[in-house]
């Protein structure tokens, strides 16, 4: 049994800054591929960023550039830093974990964080 406990999030100004942590127990972390989605309200699960074991990232090709995607494996803790945000960026942001390596399906996670709300205001 894996456990991700989520912080960070908030109400942000358009071009502003946020930082989500997500953190894991219950298992060995390194060895699990971290992934971030988010949902927008009325809308699908969306993925938008993952890390490996070793670092390598994945982003969605909307948010690259301005989401930044990295992992403590000694914190046991994944991050999701969000730079220029904007009001389509609004959405509940969730963290996952999954065996093996980058998938961006929502199903293929087996274990997800309690959600996070982030709110950009215009």
């Known amino acids: 049994q894996v456990q991700l406990v989520q912080s960070g999030g908030g109400l942000v100004q358009a071009g502003g800054s946020l930082r989500l942590s997500c953190a894991a127990s219950g298992r060995t972390f390194s060895s699990y591929y971290m992934g971030w989605f988010r949902q927008a309200p009325g809308k699908e699960r969306d993925f938008v960023a993952g890390i490996s074991r070793s670092g390598s990232t994945y982003y969605t090709d909307s948010l690259k550039g301005r989401f930044t995607i990295s992992r403590d494996n000694a914190k046991n803790t994944v991050y999701l830093q969000m730079n220029s945000l904007k009001p389509e960026d609004t959405a509940v942001y969730y963290c996952?974990?999954?065996?093996?390596?980058?998938?961006?399906?929502?199903?293929?996670?087996?274990?997800w964080g309690q959600g996070t709300q982030v709110t950009v205001s215009s």
């Open positions: 996952a974990i999954r065996p093996g390596d980058y998938d961006f399906r929502v199903y293929e996670y087996d274990y």
